[in-house]
């Protein structure tokens, strides 16, 4: 089992869906400049850190926050998977796992406001959505910050052999 936060209390409720080869898959795409496995850890721990602050469902929040991005890039164009992956994730999480009324809304509504129609019916269901977009633009400013330091250092090497020739 994959153990990137030190929280045993987290990974209780979450072993089942990490020790599952097809949700493990996720490992292997690509998102926001990270795996989105990794993503998925991030949105589900902090939500479930969250949750448990308010006094909420932390359980069904840690559970329905690792599984709100349970999608393939197989499965359909960037694009569409944008507007559409939160009912694609739904649909692979309950083929695996039984999943309460509230795990299906938070997965179907993540994505609101983008999915204007699926407005979140629960406390939780918002908190994920939210940490979910924090941790999108957390992970995006890594990755260009990353690509910024790499371009930086090229034209710095650049700027000193030029320098060196020319003066």
Same mark, same amino acid.
């Given at each position: 089992?994959?153990?990137?936060?030190?929280?045993?209390n987290?990974?209780?409720? *979450?072993?089942?869906? &990490?020790?599952?080869?097809?949700f493990?898959?996720?490992?292997?795409?690509?998102?926001?400049?990270?795996?989105?496995?990794?993503?998925?850890?991030?949105?589900?721990? #902090?939500?479930?850190?969250?949750?448990? $602050?308010?006094? &909420?469902?932390?359980?069904?929040?840690?559970?329905?926050?690792?599984l709100?991005?349970?999608?393939?890039?197989?499965?359909?164009?960037? $694009?569409?998977? #944008?507007?559409?992956? @939160?009912?694609?994730a739904?649909?692979?999480?309950n083929k695996?796992? /039984?999943?309460?009324?509230?795990?299906?809304?938070?997965?179907?509504?993540?994505?609101?406001?983008a999915?204007?129609?699926?407005?979140?019916?629960?406390l939780? +269901?918002? /908190? *994920?959505? %939210? %940490?979910?977009? %924090? @941790?999108?633009?957390?992970?995006?400013?890594l990755? #260009?910050?990353?690509?910024?330091? $790499?371009?930086?250092?090229?034209?710095?090497?650049? *700027?000193?052999? &030029? +320098?060196?020739? $020319?003066?």
């Amino acid at each position: 089992m994959i153990k990137k936060y030190n929280d045993d209390n987290y990974y209780n409720m *979450v072993n089942n869906i &990490l020790d599952t080869q097809e949700f493990l898959k996720i490992d292997n795409c690509i998102h926001h400049g990270i795996s989105r496995l990794e993503h998925s850890l991030r949105v589900s721990y #902090y939500s479930y850190k969250i949750a448990k $602050f308010l006094r &909420l469902d932390y359980k069904v929040t840690a559970r329905a926050g690792l599984l709100h991005d349970f999608f393939t890039n197989e499965d359909q164009s960037r $694009f569409k998977s #944008y507007f559409n992956h @939160s009912k694609i994730a739904l649909e692979n999480a309950n083929k695996l796992f /039984i999943l309460s009324d509230k795990e299906k809304d938070i997965i179907k509504t993540h994505m609101f406001p983008a999915n204007i129609g699926r407005i979140p019916k629960y406390l939780e +269901s918002w /908190i *994920v959505g %939210v %940490v979910d977009k %924090v @941790s999108c633009i957390y992970e995006i400013s890594l990755s #260009y910050s990353r690509l910024f330091r $790499f371009k930086l250092q090229n034209a710095l090497v650049i *700027v000193l052999f &030029l +320098s060196r020739r $020319f003066f």
